[in-house]
């Protein structure tokens, strides 16, 4: 039995605050929005390490790949991002027709007068500039992750081409990673505090909204998410060969920080730590956990679906399913590794892109707001699925 809580003692301590702070939510309701500083400084925290941790990480672990294992490295990261992404695309789909959010009564007509105006918008420059920057500076900040994240695997690759003179910026890689490290456990030190704080101000804050007018949209989102991890991600772990009750248990510090942060780039130190843990070689977790935050959101994809569908209940419309999956895929694109918020870009392409009136656009923020945190869960914990499914590719390799 002390065995057990030692090994687990830190995840019993985060599961505690996080219970403490749906009870104290629970009970003092929108007073509980004091603490709310306490738990945003927690994710402050954790944010100001995650620009950094992403460039390190991945330069420093296609530096460190032997050269003919990086193409197929990257090649196996895509085809397993783009295989979850799929299956998470089409339960999305198939769960939505299953359960019809609007009843037909409470449908409205789309008319002239509310069908929204779409400005020309040239989506090969928004893809530059998700792809690019314009100046260094703007690389240093979570808003620009694909950059950074380009940035990073150019600078890794460019690392290769300079051959033994790159091994003393690798060891300077190295040692900066190790920094990074011990900074995260002395944050972590602050997680009880920050965790409890957070779900404190959350359910207080939004208790209220969810029970009323959304539940089932939060309610079934759930269930549907639960499912799809339980069923998807014990699959992968069993085919990875790692016990499924040993991946469950070890991806609890993961389930909790995503939880509590609804944040997957936060989660991304703890989720390295994590497939560490369950065996993944250093250079695959680091790479394909650091990408999962950009270009894989499972949890992001089925929100995705579970908007444009219940708009298209709403609105009464019909769309072709082939637009449907193209759409969420590339909404869940647009959408950025932070707390509630970092969606609205998406909702907008979402309404542009499938021509729903601008006005349809709080009713997306309000369905994300409540499906942020089961949704950030879902993502962060594919990251960790999808980490084991790469070193399963990868193992015949010498990395």
Known sequence: MKK??????SSLILLSSMIIGLLIGLIFKEKASVLTPFGNLFINLLSTIIVPLIFVTITLSIAKINPPNVLKLLKNIILVFVIMSLLAVFTGIISTKAYRFVSKTNTIELTDTNEVTVQNTNYLDKTINMLSVNDFNKLLTKDNMIALIVISLIVGIATHKVK????????????FENILMEVLKLIMYYAPIGITAFFASMVGTFGGLIAVDYLKVFIYYTIISLLFAIIVYSI??????IDVKRFWTESLPVILCSLSTCSSASCLPINIAVTD???????VSK????????????GSVIDSVFKIMFLVYLFNSHIPLLQIILVALLATLLITAVPVGGG??????IITLLGFPIASLPILTIIATITDAPATMLNALGDTSASLLVNKLMKKDTI
């Open 287 to 298: 790479t394909t956990t650091s990408l999962g935050t950009s270009f894989h959101k499972d």
């Open 164 to 175: 033994e003179k790159g091994k003393e910026f690798v060891k300077l890689l190295e040692n």
């Open 277 to 283: 843990k369950l065996g993944v070689k250093k250079e």
């Open 344 to 349: 609205t870009i998406s909702e907008m392409a």
């Open 236 to 241: 992968i772990a069993k085919i990875s060969g």
């Open 4 to 9: 057990v809580f030692k090994n687990y003692s």
